[in-house]
Every structure is written in C-alpha cells, then in structure tokens.
C-alpha cells in the first residue's frame, strides 16, 4: 500500500473501549503509512491528549458508545483545547443526535467499512495541510493508493 501525497503525514488517535475493532482499525491505518496511537477509553484519550511526550495529534477517531463518556461528550472535551484538530466519529450506533456532534468535523457508520474511514482520513489530512483548490479525489474502493491531484 502506497502513503498519499501529502504534504504532512497525520498523526492520528483511535479511540474505542472494544479491544479487537480498535487494534485491528488501527493495523490497517498503520498499513496505509499513518502512524497510530490508541486509546481504550475517554480518559486514556485525554491522558494521551494532555501528554506533552506524545507530540502532535492531527486527527482523532472515537467511537460513540464508551462507558463514561460518549465520543461527542469527548469530542467537546478535546476541540476546545486542540481547535485545529480534525475529529472522525465512527460508531455503529442507529441514530446519534445531530446536537451531539456539535464538535464532530464528520461521522462515518461502522458498517460502512474501513474504506470510507480511510478515506475520509485523507480528506480531512488535506484540508488541514492544503490548500482547498488542491485537495485531491479519493478512490473510495482504493484508499491506500497514490492520490492525484483532481479536484
């Protein structure tokens, strides 16, 4: 699998209290050259957030339904204090309120697949990184392939 063309690789925070979902989402991120760091839990999240070791986090990717908190109520912990961070919320819940995902930059169903996760990954990578004129077409069923520069 080839890395897109980007002009910074996103550092990126998958958060899920299921232990098998969220290592295997994140082996296949780490496949498509983006480098992962996980968190079973909200406050795990926040820890790792607030960790002056960890360095940059670009993107974050949290399920909805984790006990204590949701990934909205942690979303709204996180934009605040990170507002350039992109936030992915992937759950395979029924229905989410629109009301929740106030600091939500894009939800993606789970039974959409990985495909579209990624994809969505380097959507969000490119318009944190560039330009919007330059922000290159996503072949959803390809993700992980070299991008190209159509807009």
Do not use: H
Request: hydrophobic residues 45%; proline residues 9%.
């Amino acid at each position: 699998m080839i890395m897109p063309d980007l002009l910074s690789t996103p550092r990126i925070l998958l958060v899920d209290d299921e232990a098998e979902p969220l290592q295997l989402c994140a082996q296949v991120i780490k496949m498509c050259g983006f480098p992962v760091l996980t968190a079973s839990s909200p406050m795990e999240a926040i820890c790792i957030m607030t960790e002056k070791l960890v360095g940059r986090i670009d993107l974050v990717i949290l399920d909805y339904n984790m006990p204590i908190m949701s990934g909205c109520a942690l979303s709204d912990r996180l934009k605040p204090m990170w507002p350039e961070m992109k936030i992915i919320l992937r759950s395979g819940a029924i229905y989410i309120p629109q009301c929740e995902m106030t600091s939500v930059d894009t939800f993606i169903p789970k039974g959409e697949g990985i495909g579209q996760l990624l994809a969505q990954i380097i959507r969000l990578a490119q318009i944190r990184m560039l330009p919007p004129a330059t922000v290159a077409t996503v072949d959803q069923n390809r993700p992980c392939e070299r991008m190209t520069g159509r807009s």
